[in-house]
């Protein structure tokens, strides 16, 4: 019986353009998985494309080390083609041209011999212009956001190698390659691309999935850290992955406004009795005038491994509240009755539907909402 990995690389082998995506949130591990595949598949000779949603989000520069960074694109573009056909049976072309009035492109046909008439006119769309998607880190693909929101009917006609560690996977691909016991989805790549065509992982590559690794762990800190993860970040290193490189751009490298928040969120910290939920409530002096969404997002990203205890971690700043959730934590199932945007681990909550409450009331009916849910 073939193996998965064969069924992986067999698809791959027979696909004429490759889509490779991974989820919105633009993890370490997503992104450094995805664009270890995406030079992976280039140096074997396949054409591939890389998307994502949010690619302009300034959160995100902090990865624009990484080999191939500029190669991901923010939007699926000439997926398909509209095709606008004209039966010549009875009437030869001399001549066409066309011409954009009032929001209508016409086309101007000019007959050699014979007439057209409305019948001969049709319509159609051709097919889709990648035969292949490749899914990194991607637990549903409603994580993907706009990318599979705009284009539902296109995910479900094409073949989907879904590739993930993550308990959560809903297992949503024609072939599902779900290691639960890896800690990062960079660890499951690098062996598919050993056992395929091990010669191919270059010092780029390897940098790539030592990132995701790195940043999954935050540096080899996390609980979940294995025998297995460190080998293979050694073979990484030994293939060239610049670990100094890969810490320098991601632990030390704060800019001054990101460690003033640091300071304000630890300042204001309040627990549950057990601790199992943490929270801040930050002024709008507390903020500054230069406070962006996507430092506090990645402040609260490395706290939650300071504080082992929590399964949550809860911000309340401008009329929101930002959760981000421990690893087995789903944010949105966990906040679901208040309406919540964003994905598995981070989450935002609108509190302007709540306005008529004092501020006091609304944040100590939700922690103790949350409290109790995340206690069941």
Known sequence: MISQEQQIFNQIERAQNILLTFPSDWSGDSLG???????????IGKNV???ADNAMSD???VFSFLPGFAEVQSSLNNLAKFIVSLDITNAKVDQIKYMVEENHLNFIISPKEGWFNKDDVSTASSGYKYDLIITVNVSDLESLGKIYDNHIEFFYKTTIINIDHSLHNEEFGQINFVELNAVASSEILFELFKDYQKQEIDADIATCLLCGIISKTKSFKTGNLSPHALSVTSELIAAGGRREEIVNHLYRSRDFNSLKLWGKILNNLQQTGDSKIIWSILSDGDLGADFKE??????????????????ALVVFYQQKALIYAAQNINCLDLAKEFMPSGGRRLAYINLNGMAMLPPEEIINSMMRRLDKLISQ
């Open 33 to 43: 998985s995805a664009l270890a595949f995406y030079l992976f598949l280039k140096k």
């Open 59 to 61: 959160k995100n520069r």
């Open 294 to 311: 996507e430092n506090l997002a990645a402040v609260l990203e490395e706290l939650i491994v300071g504080i082992p205890q929590a399964k």
């Open 49 to 51: 494309d890389i998307v």
